[in-house]
């Protein structure tokens, strides 16, 4: 697979955390930051998704009524 180069400014204790893994897990530095940012957008894509979808159905007009929110939070045990 194609790979591409992507810089960032880091604080100076976190590349020393990044060496001291890299070191000890004998792993190259490219592989545990890639590994770490791979976990990151894996962990986090679930929101993105939900918020393009959330985005649709407003655009496509489909909301909840004052009375299916009301019920929603009843159900909770909040009076709204």
Known sequence: ???????????????????????????SLAHIVREALQNYVERNAWQIEAILEGVQEAEAGNFSSEEEVREFFLKWGVDV
């Open 1 to 27: 697979m194609k790979k591409v180069l992507v810089g960032a400014r880091i604080e100076p204790e976190l590349k020393e955390s990044l060496d001291r893994l890299s070191k000890v897990t004998r792993r």
